[in-house]
C-alpha cells in the first residue's frame, strides 16, 4: 500500500511552506550574519553619502558663498543616487532570477566600494571648480546602482533559506544590518570631526576599503539560495523575470512601493533633512546630532529584529499599521522636540523617528515583501517596490529644504505624516501574508510532518502549488 502524506494547508496559504526542511537550510545562521554584514557595509557607505551632503558637501563641491543653495545642490546630489537605484534594482533582480543571488550579492558589494572610495579621493570645488561637482554626480550614480541590487539578493538569499515560522526574525537580522551601517558612518564621521574639514569628510569614505573587504570574503562563502537551485534544477528559472513579475504582480508591486515610501522617504525627512535642519537653525552642534543619530542607530539594531520577529506571532500588517499610525502623529510633535534646542530632547526625537518610526517598517519589509511574490519572479518583484520608492525618498531632503523655505518647518513637518498617512493605507489594502490562520496551518502540517517523521524537503508538490498562489 502507498503512504499517505499528511494532509496539505489550505490553498490560501501562500509562500510559507517551501520544498525546503521546515526549520530551514543548515546554512540559515551564517547567510542571515552573511547577508547582515554585507547590508552594514552598503548602508555604510550609502548612508555616509547622506551624512556628508547634510553636514559638508554644500561647501565642499559647490560654491561657498552660498550654502543655503549649496545645500539643495548637495541634496540634488544625494537624489540622483536614489534615482538611478531602480536600475540597479531592475539589472539585480533579473540576474538574480537568472543566475542566482550570490552573484549578485558579491558583485553589488564591489563596485559599491569601488565608488564610495574614490568618493574619498575626489577633488574640491575650490581644487577644479564645477567639475568637483560633476565628478560627484558620477560616482554616486555608480553608488546608487549597486545599492539597487543589493537589497532584492540579500533579503531573499536570507528569505529562503530561513525556517517557515521564523522568516520575520531572520530577514529582520539582516535588515538590521542598515542600522548597523548607520551607526558605524555617524560614529565614523564623528570620530573625524577634529581631523578638520578637509578630511573629516574623506575619511569615513576611505575606510570603507577596509570594510569591503571583510565583507567580499564573508559573502563568498554564503552558499546559493537553496529554492533558486531547485527552480534551476528543475529547469522552471523564469526566462524574463522582469516581464512576468510586470504582467502577472503589478498589483504587489504598486503595493509594496507605496508601503516602502513611508519608511524610506520617512527617514529622509526625519533623519537627512533633520540634519541640515537642525545646523541650518543653529538648534545643535555636529556632535550632538551625530550622537544622537548614533544612539537612535544603535537601539535600531536590536528593534528591526524585534518587530521583524514580532511579525512571526502576531502577522505582517499589524506590525505595519501600528509604525505607520505612529508617524501620521508624529511629524509636528518632531519638529516641536526639536526646536527646543535641548540636546536631550534631541536624542529622544532622533530614537523616536528612526528606533519607532523606520525601524519598524523595515523589519517587516523582508519577510512581507518577500510573501507577496512568487520565487520565480521574487528578486525582480521585490526589488522594483523597494527601489522605485527610492526615487520619491531620494528627493524628499530636497522637497522638504524647498518647503522650508516657504513654510518653515511645518511643511516638512506636514510631509513626514503625510508618507504616515500613506504607509497606513498602503499597509490596509494590502493582504496579510503570515496571519491567523496561515501560521495555524503551518502548525498543523508541522506536527503531521512530524508524526510521519518525513521533511517537506521530499515534498516539491509544496512548493510548485505556492508557485500558483501569488499574485493580486
Known amino acids: 500500500m502507498t503512504e499517505r502524506h499528511p494532509p496539505l494547508p489550505d490553498p490560501h496559504l501562500q509562500e510559507v511552506a517551501h520544498w525546503h526542511p521546515i526549520e530551514g537550510t543548515p546554512m540559515k545562521k551564517k547567510v542571515a550574519i552573511g547577508c547582515s554584514v554585507g547590508a552594514t557595509i552598503e548602508t555604510y557607505d550609502f548612508i555616509g553619502f547622506g551624512i556628508a551632503a547634510a553636514l559638508y558637501f554644500n561647501t565642499v563641491f559647490f560654491p561657498a558663498n552660498d550654502p543655503l543653495s549649496g545645500t539643495l545642490l548637495s541634496f540634488a546630489t544625494l537624489g540622483i543616487g536614489f534615482a538611478v537605484r531602480p536600475l540597479g534594482g531592475i539589472i539585480g533582480g533579473y540576474l538574480g532570477d537568472r543566475i542566482g543571488r550570490k552573484p549578485v550579492l558579491v558583485g553589488s558589494l564591489l563596485l559599491m ?138 498589483r504587489n508591486i504598486l503595493r509594496a512601493f507605496c508601503l516602502r515610501i513611508a519608511e524610506t522617504a520617512g527617514y529622509a525627512v526625519s533623519v537627512t533633512f533633520m540634519l541640515s535642519y537642525i545646523a541650518e537653525e543653529d538648534l545643535a552642534d555636529r556632535p550632538v546630532t551625530l550622537t544622537a543619530t548614533m544612539i537612535a542607530a544603535a537601539i535600531g539594531i536590536f528593534a528591526t529584529t524585534y518587530f521583524g520577529a514580532w511579525t512571526d506571532k502576531i502577522g505582517r500588517r499589524p506590525v505595519y499599521i501600528l509604525g505607520t499610525a505612529v508617524m501620521l502623529l508624529w511629524g509636528i510633535p518632531l519638529f516641536l522636540v526639536v526646536n527646543t534646542g535641548s540636546a536631550v530632547l534631541i536624542v529622544v526625537a532622533f530614537i523616536v523617528s528612526y528606533s519607532v518610526c523606520q525601524n519598524s517598517l523595515a523589519g517587516v519589509q523582508g519577510a512581507w515583501f518577500s510573501e507577496l511574490f512568487n520565487a520565480k519572479t521574487r528578486t525582480t518583484g521585490a526589488s522594483l517596490a523597494y527601489q522605485f520608492s527610492a526615487v520619491v525618498s531620494g528627493f524628499t531632503p530636497l522637497i522638504a529644504t524647498a518647503l522650508y523655505i516657504s513654510t518653515g518647518w511645518i511643511g516638512p513637518a506636514v510631509l513626514f505624516s503625510f508618507y504616515g498617512l500613506l504607509g497606513l493605507v498602503a499597509a490596509l489594502v494590502t493582504r496579510e501574508t503570515w496571519g491567523r490562520a496561515e501560521r495555524e496551518e503551518v502548525a498543523a502540517l508541522e506536527r503531521a510532518l512530524a508524526a510521519e517523521g518525513t521533511e517537506p524537503a521530499a515534498r516539491p508538490e509544496i512548493r510548485n502549488r505556492t508557485e500558483t498562489t501569488s499574485g493580486s
Not at 124 to 143: C, D, E, K, M, P
Not at 148 to 161: D, K, Q, S, T
Open 113 to 250: 566600494g569601488i565608488a564610495t572610495v574614490l568618493i574619498g579621493l575626489l577633488p574640491t570645488y575650490q581644487q577644479v571648480g564645477v567639475w568637483a561637482g560633476i565628478l560627484l554626480v558620477i560616482v554616486r550614480v555608480v553608488q546608487g546602482l549597486a545599492f539597487g541590487a543589493e537589497w532584492g539578493g540579500a533579503i531573499l538569499m536570507c528569505f529562503e533559506h530561513a525556517p517557515w515560522r521564523k522568516k520575520g526574525l531572520y530577514t529582520g537580522i539582516t535588515q538590521a544590518g542598515f542600522p548597523v551601517g548607520l551607526l558605524l558612518a555617524n560614529l565614523a564621521f564623528l570620530v573625524s570631526v577634529p581631523l578638520g574639514d578637509q578630511w573629516a569628510w574623506r575619511v569615513p569614505f576611505l575606510l570603507s576599503a577596509i570594510l569591503i573587504a571583510v565583507g567580499i570574503i564573508i559573502r563568498l562563502k554564503v552558499e546559493e539560495s537553496p529554492e533558486f537551485e531547485e527552480l534551476k534544477a528543475e529547469g522552471d528559472v523564469s526566462k524574463n523575470p522582469l516581464v512576468e513579475v510586470l504582467r502577472d504582480d503589478w
